[in-house]
């Protein structure tokens, strides 16, 4: 796509969120994290070693997942989610999200308007097959990490392993790819709030962003995001991908499909005004 052909599509975009009642946004495995800088944290790679040299520290992997997403600034993507973010922030939007990265909440979105289906590392839940649907706040564990992590001590690291206070079996983090069976309550109340709203589209002009959504799990976006455009009569249907942009051919005019990165679009939307 060349430039003026780029700047064309971002404008219909812009047009068309701005006539939307509503704006229904997915967003996928483009935008998710890829640890590709994990060599500029020399700290961070260290206890990855460890972990890799002691069996009993390999739990401690995902919380330095966690710390990287922390402390790394990745600008590509910041800079989408703020584009994302001017795009659609006046208007009633939803959006849903198979990242579980959490980066979405650097930018400036409400967070009652997002759903995160796959999870986070926001909260912990319990890997024991015995104990409920309870989730744990982070906060307090990652600083005894933190606090372990400067001794250098494989012992003083280990009992840092967060554990569940009710049955003591480790804590993991309440995503999809947490050890253990995934605990899907902590995605529930939003994830009704997001059907309630989307029901109250289906008569009003609704502008469907599809972003970077590839095949893995279809059910949470892809297949719903074109059955909710073709039911909707007044609806657009975006599909923004590297490989998967074609566009099913059901939903005629409607579909717009843009052959590229959705992260890139995203980067210079609004900017060109
Ligand atoms: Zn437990």
Known sequence: MDRTELIQKQKLLAQKINDADAVLVGIGEEFNESFGDIEKFPRLISVLDRADRNRSLEWIVPYIEKLYIMEHADER????????????????????????????????????????????????????????????????????????????????????????????????????????????????????????WLKLTLNRKLCILELGVGLGMPDIIRWPFEKAAFYNKKADFFRINETLYQMTKDLGDKGVSIAMNSVDFLQGCCLSD
């Open 77 to 196: 993507v910041e800079q989408a989610y703020a584009g994302l973010c001017r795009l659609i922030k006046d208007k009633n939007y939803f959006i849903v999200t198979t990242c579980i990265d959490g980066k979405i909440k650097k930018a400036d979105f409400d967070t009652k308007r997002i759903v995160e289906p796959c999870g986070s590392y926001d909260r912990l839940q319990c890997s024991g097959k015995e104990c409920g649907t309870l989730l744990h706040e982070t906060g307090g564990y990652m600083e005894s990490i933190r606090r372990a992590l400067e001794t250098d001590n494989d012992k003083e690291l280990m009992s840092a392993q967060p554990r569940c206070p009710v049955c003591g079996e480790p804590l993991v983090f309440n995503n999809v790819v947490c050890e253990g069976k995934y605990n899907e309550e902590g995605y529930k109340a939003q994830w009704e709030a997001y059907t309630e």
